[in-house]
């Protein structure tokens, strides 16, 4: 089957596509990728989907039309691929999360995730099955609806002797923890651990956009970053943040590593008279030591190996203070395992959505801490024409 995999995560750079010719049934999968494509946001659509995740306050109206133009982004980027690699058979599309809120006192109160870019309106433009919300159903059933991303992992990347972090570096970072394929398979549910671990490139941008004026979005292979100094004492501070005592299962967005963090954190910067790069190589030197922190925390042991993915495994700067702070450890990206690390995500979601077709439960309730497995995602239907009506 081919399907089309979508996502624009927490970095709001913009939607990356994938064509992926998927075979097989639940974790026992074939996967080919036939291409992918990044189509970034329009500036000013963008510039509206940072102000509303930083919680600037939105009309309905607004809020439909917004959600009106992230699917037409969505069906975009879509149907640039079928234009380039032909039809496919199923869209699963992600969406733009513009609020993720986990749930509260071990469940009392559900969590909720709000994604833009309505499933229906892409099925209806492309004349495509279109699976969407893939968040809600996991939520509902108690769990974090978030990360979604471990099992696929699990599929793709595991190894047959090596235990491996795949860790995802886009706006927020994430993990999956995969214990060598025996063991992982040798269980049911298999043995993987995996969570939000805090800010990846999220605070880096904002710092660029910051100090360049809005001239530069991010820092290029982290060489602004790289010329700077870290300031030790702000990133021991800055690693107590309460989201680092909360044991897995967890995860986080913007709202708590975004904006509002990036404005108190923009005193202390000037307080101590930091320049831009060591601004940023202290941000940068956060982030890798905030992962770092996780794993040393919340993981059994350090894995063998660290495949990461997502644009900040593009920043040198990150991976090399990643690999000080883990000496001993290869850290590759999922490229070096074949598997393009620029698409990983939008990969996954297009096995999440094969899974819904499939009726395949798509969760991990020790990831997420769903009470249940639970299929992922709500189906939309491309239209018939009218001229055409049901059979009663
Ligand atoms: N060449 C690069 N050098 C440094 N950082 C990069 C590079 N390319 C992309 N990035 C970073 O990766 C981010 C996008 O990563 P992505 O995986 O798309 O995240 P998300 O899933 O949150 O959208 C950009 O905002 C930028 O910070
Ligand atoms: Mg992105």
Redesign the pocket.
């Given at each position: 089957m081919r399907v089309i995999g979508l996502?624009?995560?927490?970095?709001?750079?913009g939607i990356?596509g994938v064509m992926v010719d998927i075979r097989g049934q639940g974790y026992d999968l074939t996967l080919t990728v036939m291409g992918g494509t990044t189509q970034p946001y329009p500036v000013d659509l963008q510039h509206t989907i940072c102000q509303v995740c930083a919680g600037q306050p939105i009309s309905l109206a607004a809020l439909a039309a917004l959600d009106e133009a992230i699917a037409h982004c969505f069906a975009d980027a879509a149907q640039a691929l079928m234009d380039q690699y032909g039809p496919a058979d199923l869209v699963a599309s992600h969406g733009q999360t513009v609020f993720h809120r986990p749930p509260i006192a071990g469940g009392q109160t559900l969590g909720y995730s709000l994604q833009l870019g309505r499933g229906a309106a892409i099925a209806t433009r492309l004349q495509c099955p279109t699976i969407s919300n893939f968040r809600a159903a996991d939520i509902a059933a108690g769990g974090e609806g978030a990360p979604l991303v471990p099992p696929v992992d699990g599929v793709l990347l595991a190894d047959p002797v090596h235990s491996r972090c795949v860790q995802n570096?886009?706006?927020?970072g994430n993990v999956a923890y995969l214990p060598p394929r025996d063991k992982l398979l040798a269980q049911t549910p298999p043995v993987i651990l995996g969570w939000d671990t805090g800010p990846a490139?999220s605070l880096?941008?904002l710092a660029v956009q910051h100090f360049s004026n809005g001239e530069q979005?991010?820092?290029?292979?982290?060489q602004w970053a790289a010329q700077g100094q870290p300031d030790g004492d702000l990133v021991a501070t800055w690693l107590q943040h309460p989201y680092f005592d909360q044991p897995p299962p967890k995860s986080t967005g913007r709202e708590l590593f975004g904006w509002a963090f990036w404005q108190q954190i923009q005193g202390e910067l000037a307080q101590r008279h930091l320049s831009p790069a060591d601004a940023l190589a202290t941000l940068g030197e956060f982030t890798a030591r905030s992962i770092v922190q996780e794993y040393q925390r919340w993981l059994p042991q350090l894995p063998d190996q660290i495949l990461l993915c997502?644009?900040?495994s593009?920043?040198q700067y990150l991976r090399d203070r990643l690999a000080h702070h883990l000496p001993g450890i290869p850290l590759l990206t999922t490229d070096a395992v074949g598997v393009p690390s620029?698409l990983k995500?939008a990969i996954a979601f297009a096995v999440l959505g094969f899974w819904r077709h499939q009726g395949f439960p798509g969760n991990l309730p020790a990831v997420t801490g769903a009470q249940a497995w639970v299929p992922l995602g709500d189906i939309a239907h491309p239209l018939m024409p009218a001229t055409a009506a049901p059979e009663p």
């Open positions: 996502i624009s995560g927490t970095s709001v750079d990356d570096l886009g706006g927020i490139n880096l941008d979005t991010f820092d290029a292979g982290g997502g644009g900040g593009r920043n620029d995500e």
